[in-house]
């Protein structure tokens, strides 16, 4: 099943979605078409873990050798913004760019969970847009705050789809489109750290939790956006998650527009 959280007639709810795809139902029954709703993520997130360089071919492109173990960061709740929503570029920056990734949502409690035992620690999936700002790169292996911190730069949804209704997590296609062109293409079978490994590696030292997201890096497909640009990331057997770029003094004025026109 798809969820979603969106923010409907005054009140933030949770939907699933029709069968058809074509509308969403609430906990109380009420219905709504996709464009009658403010789009949030499809859930709050708690500890978000981050891969960097987790697909050889993109370390590749980087001049990288792929890591001997994960690179892992972590996020901040003010980055992440739902499905239709706007990101802003700083005006100092020329080099901002998409990464389509596969989110990883925890259901269970964990510590110390072997590879083969992962799956049973994993609520569903999702798909993050998690964009790097390199002009603020500091180091490759370790990105600082300013590249991957950004308030609103990191799209997540527009679902999350339970685990059981996903075959095989690491058989994906990814793809991204920039303006309708397509400009990204890989599959989660690429990953150097699949995601049993990831949960092993990350239970060894820490308790995971429910609602934590583990974003599991990006493959090959670098290519700078700019202000007016719209970015499509999209998983196969998830959906696709649709974001605009905006430019970072236009971030107030275009909220305000945005809540003005929505159905709340």
């Known amino acids: ?43 709050e997130p708690r500890t978000v873990f981050a891969l960097g360089l987790n697909y050889a071919d993109h370390a590749s492109e980087l001049s990288f050798n792929a890591p001997e173990r994960p690179l892992i960061f972590l996020k901040g709740p003010n980055t992440f913004v739902g499905h239709n929503g706007y990101s802003p570029c ?46 603020y ?16 730069c990191t799209p997540l949804g527009p679902w999350m789809v339970d685990a059981v209704d996903l075959a095989d997590p690491m058989a994906l296609d990814l ?39 583990i974003l599991t890096g990006t493959p090959k497909g670098v290519r700078y956006v700019q202000p007016g640009d719209e970015v499509v990331t999209e998983i196969e057997g998830i959906g696709r998650l649709v974001n605009r770029i905006i430019s970072e003094p236009n971030v107030q004025k275009h909220e305000l527009a945005r809540i003005a026109e929505s159905p709340l």
Request: charged share 30%; glycine share 8%; net charge negative.
């Open 1 to 43: 099943m798809k969820h979603a959280r969106i923010a409907y007639r005054g009140a933030i709810r949770t939907a699933v979605v029709e069968e058809d795809d074509q509308l969403l139902i609430m906990a109380d029954g009420q219905r709504a078409g996709f464009n009658e709703v403010v789009w949030l993520t499809p859930f």
């Open 90 to 135: 700083p005006a100092d920056v020329r080099q901002m760019h998409f990464e389509c990734e596969l989110g990883v949502v925890i259901g269970r409690t964990g510590r110390r969970i072997r590879d083969e035992r992962a799956y049973d620690y994993v609520a569903g999936y999702t798909i993050a847009n998690d964009y790097a700002l390199r002009e």
């Open 137 to 152: 790169l500091e180091n490759y292996y370790r990105p600082n705050l300013r590249v991957k911190n950004r308030d609103f």
């Open 175 to 213: 793809r991204s489109f920039v303006n309708g062109e397509i400009v990204q293409n890989g599959n989660t079978r690429d990953m150097i750290f699949g995601i049993p490994k990831l949960i092993e590696y990350l239970s060894d030292f820490m308790t995971l939790s429910p609602g934590d997201l």
